[in-house]
């Protein structure tokens, strides 16, 4: 059984397959058409919602792709459709910017603007340029250019008015506390079913008393299964109400962050220890995505590609993995094996990622390249971070993302590199070296000249940045 | 009297929003999936061929019984009447016949409770092929002369002869990629059968004519027994021109076999396998020129990748041609066009419908030629702009009339500080060793008309009720681009009424019948005219009847501002239309209206096809990162001619929407398919349009003032669909400036379209290549 807030009204499912995702919830269970399927797959925001939450006894709006969310996540949330804005009648002040300014064109794509919209305004203290872009880089409009919905936010974020989910705060606060799981919820029906625990060790024996559960975090990549992929997956256990799994924790010489935390929190933390993972996690497909989306899910499904890791990698960061009452604790490098393998056990679940703290020898940079800015998967990932001492390479972790059947340190170009004096032509021989450590394929993001070419030039790159700190050379610094 | 005095604010120029704009923004709009399901409502799913080119030996679908929920699985055989639906020529089988074109053509299709069961049952059916020989590729297809249609050629003089005799001369090749239209609607039609076989189709469809008549033909009814009705579509781009048809027909064919309603959506993946995209266009030229890069002759070569199938790919070709020469006197041309077969899926209507690849093509040569010669490339396009008295004759003898690129050139260079840029960016190359920056204005010149003549037609239907209220209806269709509401502010301006007075409704065929399809820009040009002209009927029964009841002349009654003054007595528009209804005057009126002086001569490739021209111009500037090939669009400034603007937001609207449109085209929308001809990027996660980040930093559009059509269009307006998706060449075209800026701008990017970061990083070792190439000839 789950409880959830349609809005402010109390919604109980005592009945309901798990994999039915909010979209289809929505739309074919209780006939709310408003929130349309683009793409059901998280690349078009069309379906965007927004998710009010209890965090520290406050109400937290964010954005997220309903097409991507399995219903049995709502539980002890308040779920907000671009049904619930107009008030008394009146539209919204973010749907009144969008009328004014002319925001919407063929409209299919609005309502998850409008929810974008509307949960920056929340979570806003006036217009920001960079935010609003953040806000609304996951949400496609294929008429108007984007420039009249940046002019509505404009409008809609300057104004700071009451509605009528300010009004109705305390209520909402008082429902959701009321509804708060207190204990593992199960929701089930025909054969499938999904498991909520709160406390690791309550994981920890469910994965082991059900080791065919697949284990459901952010779901962005596992919605897909179901989605695209057209599987039905009959027991899940959701880790995201599990508190210990939740937490950031930061230690003179480490960070440790729990591997259910979303990547939009992990940013904090870690844009402060490195700004350049910071920025790689702007460009971590888009808001709605890293909102659910955790930094153990990324590890975890293992992409050849996976953002994180190549910057992890290069970090030298480790996991913690747990089965029932015991953990290991392994280099990140060892945890990826093969093409989707990885070390990991059966019942056997990442608990925390170790990230070491930032120091002074640290030069730690990485490196995104993808067709689009935003939204999109990487053709090749490079991070970067080399010690250095009286010209002197010292130590070298290098790792790519998308030139080989897992994120892969690039052990070659680092023995290239270690010892040697930092110069060019040490540079030239660690570039030759990419070629010993990686024979990428070409697919539909990039051919494997390419993904060679610029594996090495990023290597180029990351010389001259640190040569000329201050020459900006990379085209992000430049709008 | 006081409110008479006033002007309309709702009428002909105003800036007023999208007439569902507040449902658009509440989720109150509603597109056909939103529409609410009958109990024993059928969902259908159909099963694709994954092999690009075979012979079907069996198909069994008996296994798709088996899953509890399907209630019919049919095949080709199954199609009461006609199989094809060819829009113009045969050669679409709404199911595969006997052998499957392309991976992705439907085979089979599955009604069933649920679209999950109706899919999991079709992808049970035992479907067995002998695989023959697919052609894949379009010179390959150019090669062996595999067309799906016949070649046709403009001929101006003799081109041979001025290539032989210029001074100087290039030849080249280039490819142009393919664009899917990604309307964030997928293509979906809901089937109602009634009485007497009827149908009844709501359809997201740019054609509603055209669905109702090939729903009779696969039913094998007469088009009264169907009824299309089409509120809006969450997008089209020339995508539901034709295409719509496929998922409606299937829905139709089982609506009549199991006499229940039935839905057809497709699910984003199967939409991009199984649609037509833009033409992808492989283009050969020879061309000749002074030494100030003024063109002496051409010989061009436009062969389009058609896809399987003929479609549109007949006029998709022609307007390539057409547009050969954007805003260019070619001088002796030859302008050749094929159109390819490939087993890939049936191209067909994008926005500007082969315009912009022909555009393309011109604006490549453009560059080459300057780079030749090393000039700016702006200076050579100029000197190779159409004149105003003389070189003013298109290379298929339509004279260019009010030709304003020239001053549009003009004003833009001037207020986008084109020249002063230009330097600065030169000296920011200088010293700049990884990023360089680049600038391009490049013109727009488009044809407006459908160049199948006939197509230039229109019809609309008005009624005004007792109490005032006014209802319009025409024959166009509203897929965001605001028609309804510009039509319905034509109708407003004539009865001078607010337009809440009036209802727009969906397209409907047993309300207005025969329509064209709302495509080629035209949608407002003929409809606006279309339901004036109905207005204009009402409005003047009603003035004879106020003139005669008033016992005053026809010029002593005025309509203005929700009234009617009849000499010194001033009435509502309601009184007035009370008065009438009491008085027996007809309140009803069908309109009509045929475009004007076009026509064209096939056999000798001359004529007068386009009504008039929209013009254009866009300067952007971008930053090329050349050691990655990325980039960022710095600024974009536009000038858009929409002659007198009929609403001048839905017009911004337009203009930045296809300039960024056709931006990604040119960028980042890459269509990549595999060895075995099956679409790989076949969904948003790796087919990239431009999101929120990638339009440009700095974006200043304007729309040319003070400047109406000569030509008697609607409140002489100009039509804005597609031209603008042309500016977005500049940031091509800018681009390849930034990367010819690694070789001091001596030698030319030859960079395909779309260029991506990968093609501009070859475009730059390229270049660098060919650098250190002539390094070591001069050391030598």
């Known amino acids: 059984m789950i409880r959830f807030l349609l809005n402010q009204e109390l919604r109980v499912e005592r009945d309901l397959d798990p994999n039915v995702t909010v979209l289809n919830y929505l739309r074919e269970h209780l006939g709310k058409t408003g929130t349309k399927e683009g793409c059901a797959s998280g690349d078009c925001g069309a379906c965007t919602v927004v998710v009010g939450e209890l965090v520290d006894d406050r109400i937290r709006y964010r954005t997220l792709n309903s097409c991507l969310t399995f219903v049995s996540t709502l539980n002890g949330k308040q779920l907000i459709t671009v049904e619930d804005l107009k008030d008394n009648g009146q539209l919204h002040s973010v749907q009144q910017a969008m009328v004014d300014c002319h925001g919407s064109q063929c409209g299919f794509c609005t309502p998850g603007f409008v929810m974008s919209m509307f949960a920056l305004q929340k979570n806003g203290s006036g217009y920001d340029k960079a935010a609003t872009e953040e806000a609304l880089a996951g949400n496609l409009c294929r008429c108007t250019g984007y420039r009249p919905i940046i002019e509505a936010a404009e409008k809609s974020c300057s104004v700071q008015a009451q509605d009528q989910f300010d009004r109705q705060y305390e209520a909402t606060l008082a429902q959701l506390r009321a509804i708060a799981p207190d204990e593992t919820c199960e929701l089930s029906a025909a054969d499938n079913r999904s498991f909520s625990p709160l406390t690791v060790a309550d994981l920890a024996e469910l994965y082991c008393s059900h080791p065919d559960a697949r284990l459901l975090a952010g779901g962005t990549d596992l919605a897909l299964e179901v989605t695209q992929m057209h599987k039905r997956l009959p027991v899940m256990i959701y880790v995201g109400n599990v508190a210990e799994l939740k937490t950031v924790e930061t230690f003179d010489d480490r960070i440790e962050i729990g591997a259910a935390v979303p990547l939009t929190d992990c940013y904090d933390v870690l844009s402060r220890e490195y700004p350049d993972f910071g920025d790689l996690l702007h460009r971590f497909a888009s808001l709605q995505i890293r909102n659910q989306g955790t930094l153990g899910g990324n590890i975890g499904n293992a992409s050849p590609i996976g953002d994180?890791?190549?910057?992890?990698?290069?970090?030298?960061?480790?996991?913690?993995?747990?089965?029932?009452?015991?953990?290991?604790?392994?280099?990140?490098e060892d945890y990826f094996v093969d093409y989707r393998v990885t070390v990991q056990q059966e019942s056997e679940f990442i608990e925390k990622i170790v990230v070491p703290r930032s120091s002074a020898e640290n030069n730690f940079r990485v490196y995104k390249i993808s067709k689009r800015l935003d939204d999109d998967i990487s053709a090749v990932c490079g991070a970067f971070n080399l010690q250095l001492g009286d010209g002197t390479v010292t130590g070298a972790q290098i790792a790519f993302g998308g030139m080989a059947a897992i994120p892969k340190r690039a052990r070659h170009c680092e023995q290239a590199l270690v010892g040697q004096p930092w110069n060019d032509e040490t540079l030239e021989s660690a570039v030759k070296a990419l070629a010993q450590d990686f024979a990428p394929i070409s697919d539909f993001r990039a051919s494997k000249e390419y993904r060679l070419l610029i594996a090495g030039n990023l290597l180029r790159k990351y010389k001259m940045e640190l040569s000329a700190p201050e020459q900006a050379i990379r085209v992000t610094a430049h709008v | 009297m006081a409110l008479v005095r006033q002007d309309l604010q709702t009428g002909v120029g105003r800036k007023i929003p999208h007439e569902s704009a507040a449902k658009h923004v509440s989720g109150e709009a509603v597109y056909i999936d939103d529409r609410l399901e009958f109990p024993n409502q059928l969902h259908v799913?159909?099963?694709?061929?994954?092999?690009?080119?075979?012979?079907?030996?069996?198909?069994?679908?008996?296994?798709?019984?088996?899953?509890?929920?399907?209630?019919?699985?049919?095949?080709?055989?199954?199609?009461?009447?006609?199989?094809?639906?060819?829009?113009?020529?045969?050669?679409?089988?709404?199911?595969?016949?006997?052998?499957?074109?392309?991976?992705?053509?439907?085979?089979?299709?599955?009604?069933?409770?649920?679209?999950?069961?109706?899919?999991?049952?079709?992808?049970a059916a035992v479907i067995e092929y002998e695989d023959l020989e697919p052609v894949l590729s379009v010179e390959e297809a150019l090669k062996k002369e595999h067309f799906v249609l016949d070649s046709h050629q403009h001929k101006r003089g003799d081109s041979a002869k001025a290539l032989a005799g210029a001074p100087n001369r290039l030849q080249g090749s280039l490819h142009i990629g393919g664009q899917e239209h990604f309307y964030l609607e997928t293509q979906i039609s809901s089937v109602i059968p009634t009485e007497d076989n009827g149908m009844i189709v709501y359809t997201s469809s740019q054609n509603p004519t055209e669905v109702q008549k090939l729903v009779a033909e696969?039913?094998?009814?007469?088009?009264?027994?169907?009824?299309?009705?089409?509120?809006?579509?969450?997008?089209?781009?020339?995508?539901?021109?034709?295409?719509?048809?496929?998922?409606?027909?299937?829905?139709?064919?089982?609506?009549?076999?199991?006499?229940?309603?039935?839905?057809?959506?497709?699910?984003?993946?199967?939409?991009?396998?199984?649609?037509?995209?833009?033409?992808?266009?492989?283009?050969?030229?020879?061309?000749?020129?002074d030494d100030d890069g003024r063109l002496h002759g051409i010989d061009l070569t436009l062969a389009g990748n058609c896809g399987y199938s003929p479609d549109l790919s007949g006029s998709i070709v022609d307007r390539a041609m057409f547009h050969s020469d954007n805003a260019y006197y070619l001088g002796d041309a030859t302008v050749t066009g094929h159109r390819c077969k490939t087993n890939t899926a049936s191209n067909t209507a994008y926005r500007g419908f082969g315009g912009p690849q022909g555009m393309v093509a011109i604006e490549y040569i453009m560059d080459h030629i300057a780079r030749t010669l090393g000039k700016d490339p702006l200076e050579v396009r100029k000197h190779n702009y159409y004149g105003k008295e003389e070189r003013n004759v298109t290379h298929y003898y339509q004279t260019v009339e009010d030709n304003q690129i020239a001053e549009l050139t003009a004003e833009l260079e001037a207020s986008s500080e084109y020249e002063r840029r230009r330097r600065e960016i030169a000296e920011f190359n200088r010293t700049s060793p990884i990023l360089k920056k680049g600038i391009a204005l490049t013109p727009v010149k488009f044809g407006i008309s459908f160049t199948a003549t006939f197509l230039n037609q229109a019809g609309a239907l008005v009624h005004i009720y007792t109490d005032g209220s006014i209802h319009l209806n025409h024959g166009g269709t509203e897929m965001g681009q605001g028609l309804n509401t510009k039509v319905a502010q034509v109708v407003a301006e004539e009865f001078?009424?607010?337009?809440?007075?009036?209802?727009?409704?969906?397209?409907?065929?047993?309300?207005?019948?025969?329509?064209?399809?709302?495509?080629?820009?035209?949608?407002?040009?003929?409809?606006?005219?279309?339901?004036?002209?109905?207005?204009?009927?009402?409005?003047?029964?009603?003035?004879?009847?106020?003139?005669?009841?008033?016992?005053?002349?026809?010029?002593?009654?005025?309509?203005?501002?929700?009234?009617?003054?009849?000499?010194?007595?001033?009435?509502?528009?309601?009184?007035?239309?009370?008065?009438?209804?009491?008085?027996?005057?007809?309140?009803?009126?069908?309109?009509?209206?045929?475009?004007?002086?076009?026509?064209y001569d096939r056999d000798q490739a001359r004529g007068r096809p386009f009504y008039y021209y929209a013009y254009g111009a866009a300067c952007s500037e971008v930053l090329v990162d050349t050691l990655t090939g990325e980039y960022r669009m710095l600024r974009t400034d536009i000038l858009h001619d929409v002659g007198a603007s009929l609403n001048p937001a839905i017009d911004i609207g337009q203009v930045e929407g296809g300039f960024v449109q056709g931006m990604g085209w040119l960028t980042m929308e890459e269509l990549v398919w595999n060895p075995q001809g099956r679409l790989a990027t076949n969904g948003p996660a790796s087919y990239k349009i431009p999101a929120i980040a990638d339009m440009p930093a700095d974006f200043r559009v304007r729309l040319v003032e003070n400047r109406k059509n000569k030509e008697d269009t609607i409140f002489n307006s100009k039509a804005v669909g597609e031209p603008p998706f042309m500016l977005g060449m500049a940031v091509w075209c800018a681009l390849k400036d930034a990367v010819a800026s690694v070789g001091d701008y001596r030698y030319a990017p030859l960079i395909d379209a779309p260029a991506t970061p990968e093609r501009v990083l070859w475009g730059i070792e390229q270049i660098k290549q060919a650098m250190a190439r002539d390094a070591v000839v001069e050391t030598a």
């Open chain 1, 308 to 332: 994180s890791p190549p910057a992890l990698l290069a970090l030298g960061a480790q996991v913690v993995l747990r089965k029932g009452n015991s953990t290991r604790t392994i280099a990140l």
């Open chain 2, 218 to 289: 696969v039913l094998g009814v007469p088009m009264h027994k169907v009824v299309i009705d089409m509120r809006r579509m969450g997008g089209g781009f020339g995508g539901k021109e034709t295409q719509a048809a496929g998922p409606a027909c299937i829905a139709a064919v089982i609506a009549r076999l199991t006499g229940q309603p039935t839905k057809m959506r497709l699910p984003r993946v199967d939409d991009m396998t199984i649609t037509g995209k833009r033409h992808p266009f492989y283009v050969e030229y020879d061309v000749g020129f």
């Open chain 2, 45 to 123: 799913y159909a099963r694709l061929s994954d092999r690009p080119h075979a012979r079907i030996l069996k198909i069994d679908t008996a296994p798709c019984y088996e899953i509890p929920g399907v209630r019919i699985a049919i095949t080709s055989q199954d199609v009461p009447g006609q199989l094809d639906i060819g829009a113009v020529a045969p050669g679409d089988p709404l199911l595969a016949d006997g052998k499957v074109e392309y991976v992705g053509q439907p085979v089979i299709a599955v009604a069933a409770n649920s679209l999950e069961t109706a899919r999991k049952a079709a992808m």
């Open chain 2, 496 to 599: 001078q009424v607010d337009i809440d007075r009036i209802q727009i409704t969906a397209t409907n065929t047993d309300k207005v019948p025969n329509t064209s399809p709302t495509a080629a820009s035209s949608g407002a040009d003929l409809n606006g005219k279309a339901a004036q002209n109905a207005a204009i009927t009402i409005r003047h029964r009603l003035v004879t009847f106020a003139a005669r009841h008033f016992n005053v002349t026809e010029e002593d009654v005025e309509f203005r501002n929700n009234h009617v003054r009849i000499r010194e007595q001033v009435l509502p528009f309601e009184e007035l239309i009370q008065l009438a209804y009491f008085n027996q005057v007809s309140l009803s009126s069908t309109g009509f209206y045929r475009t004007p002086k076009i026509y």
